[in-house]
């Protein structure tokens, strides 16, 4: 398979200011013709304000040529968001960026140039690799952050440095075929795991956290949850991990360009 461009998923719930300065630094770190759509996925509790913030960056993205609409969600949470953009994603690659920066896009540059160059892969930001890091990060989620990822790393026999970051730019056909079950943040995990148990190779990018003022939706105690699908996921066959109909090895053949 070839890179052709990226869809930009943005689970819009209460964002203003930081959504329309995502879309402007996306917008002027990249070349527009790499961009294929912006798709800010609302719901019924997302701010009135967002929304109009979201008419904002819909008048820069047009301005630059590149389209932006909402998508209603229709799955719950913020798992459920990114599942539904996944679907409408209309790119050759798609990628998660949260509209409070969060995930900032800066790192998306960078993204894009090891897409090009390996297309059937996913590349995932890193905030443990070099020049990575956190900014306003709790920091004893820190440290449950650190021993998660070794725990990962013996459990998946793999040396990734981040397994739970959001951060990845990841093929459309692999991100619509997997058949996720998370819809809350423990998606994040499923979005590493399942590609690595169905033979996806990986390449990271150091990345930083910014955390905003405010408090977070995903406390300290929520980050057990990923516990679930990181064993769920371990020990499943593999014909599971993928949406009914889908055939995970031809699958596989279409992300590596076999036949």
Request: aromatic letters at 14%.
């Given at each position: 398979?070839?890179?052709?461009?990226?869809?930009?998923?943005?689970?819009?719930?209460?964002?203003?200011?930081s959504f329309v300065q995502a879309v402007k630094m996306i917008l002027g770190m990249n070349d527009p013709k790499d961009i294929a759509e912006f798709i800010a996925v609302v719901c019924d509790r997302t701010n009135p304000d967002s929304f109009k913030s979201i008419e904002e960056g819909q008048k820069l993205a047009e301005a630059a040529g590149v389209p932006?609409?909402?998508?209603?969600?229709?799955?719950?949470?913020?798992?459920?968001?990114?599942?539904?953009?996944?679907?409408?994603?209309?790119?050759?690659?798609?990628?998660m960026v949260t509209p409070d920066l969060d995930t900032a896009p800066d790192k998306l540059p960078?993204?894009?140039?090891?897409?090009?160059?390996?297309?059937?892969?996913i590349v995932i930001g890193s905030r443990w690799k070099k020049g990575g890091g956190f900014?306003?990060?709790?920091?004893?989620?820190?440290?449950?952050?650190?021993?998660?990822?070794?725990?990962?790393?013996?459990?998946?026999?793999?040396?990734?440095?981040?397994?739970?970051?959001?951060?990845?730019?990841?093929?459309?056909?692999?991100?619509?075929?997997?058949?996720?079950?998370?819809?809350?943040?423990?998606i994040n995990i499923e979005r590493v795991v399942i590609p690595l148990r169905l033979g996806v190779r990986f390449h990271e990018v150091p990345a930083i956290c910014h955390m905003p003022d405010e408090e977070t939706v995903n406390p300290l105690m929520a980050n057990f949850a990923y516990?679930?699908?990181?064993?769920?996921?371990?020990?499943?066959?593999?014909?599971?991990?993928?949406?009914?109909?889908?055939?995970?090895?031809?699958?596989?053949?279409?992300?590596r360009g076999e036949g």
């Open positions: 398979m070839v890179f052709r461009s990226v869809s930009i998923i943005l689970p819009t719930l209460k964002e203003t200011d932006l609409s909402m998508l209603y969600q229709t799955r719950p949470f913020f798992g459920g968001a990114i599942r539904d953009g996944f679907d409408a994603a209309k790119g050759s690659h798609v990628c960078e993204m894009i140039a090891m897409a090009k160059k390996y297309p059937g892969d900014e306003n990060y709790d920091p004893v989620k820190k440290v449950w952050n650190w021993f998660s990822q070794k725990f990962l790393d013996v459990l998946y026999l793999t040396a990734l440095s981040d397994f739970t970051w959001g951060n990845q730019l990841t093929p459309t056909i692999l991100a619509q075929a997997i058949d996720y079950e998370e819809v809350k943040h423990p516990l679930r699908p990181a064993f769920r996921w371990r020990f499943a066959k593999k014909e599971d991990m993928v949406k009914p109909g889908t055939d995970w090895r031809t699958l596989m053949g279409e992300l």
